[in-house]
């Protein structure tokens, strides 16, 4: 994909470096503390409060490399914000931009703590999609996915869970979580990251309507798709394949609804949750 100066979002938080889940009292924080006390309070009573929400600063170096790759995802990142623009215009909505947090280790989100082995996610509860960089090379290593186009499709795919969001799918799904077993939820799931899935080809296909597609970069998604499928994940963990606990569908189904999109550019097909043909 062609990237290189082109312009990039304003919504990236770059936390890299930071301590997420417990940061330590930055001096103002102290300050707060010596006062309170001073007034006759326990600084038992805030220090709780500002321990959460106060990050420690440890001066992050990132290499050359990371920064380019951080340069990267806010590119891609600009370019989703054009298109689900674009796309909610013409059905009379309007499209409020996701924040994009870049993380090392762990970091706290409205969902919960979250590591870097988690993946990359959205949280629909703060709107906002976390990233740690690392996963690059994950993708390239341990998945087989190699190239920017991979991840470009991993961030897409995030976005396309926030593009749900927007459209209510995340809330009738929350709906749907209290009526039906665990198992039935399960293939609600599927379905859901079968429609980012989708709602990432539409966004590829924006990228190429610019021209900035670059041989093998198609190739580069659907192999990540497809590497990120759940039969893969269980295959390597396990072995064997359970499709009752399937998620994020199969290899083959990721790659499909990918494509999907691409082809369609648009939403006319992604309604994923009424289809027998998965
Ligand atoms: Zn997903």
New binding site residues.
Partial sequence: MKWKGRSRSSNVEDKRGMKGAVGGLGGLGIIIVIIYTLLGGNPGDIMQTIDTEQPQNVPYVATQEEEELAEFVSVVLADTEVVWAEIFAEQGIQYTEPKLVLFTGSVQSACGVAGSSTGP??CPGDQKVYVDLDFYQELKNKFDAPGDFAMAYVIA??I??HVQNELGVIDQMNEIREKVSEDEYNEYNVR??LQ?DYLAGVWARHVQGKNLLEEGDLEEAMTAASAVGDDRIQMEAQGYVVPDSFT?GTSEQRKRWFYKGYEAGDLSGWDTFGTDDL
Wanted: hydrophobic share 30%; charged share 20%.
């Fill in positions: 996610f959205y795919h995030e396309g869970h859901l990251e980012a994020h």
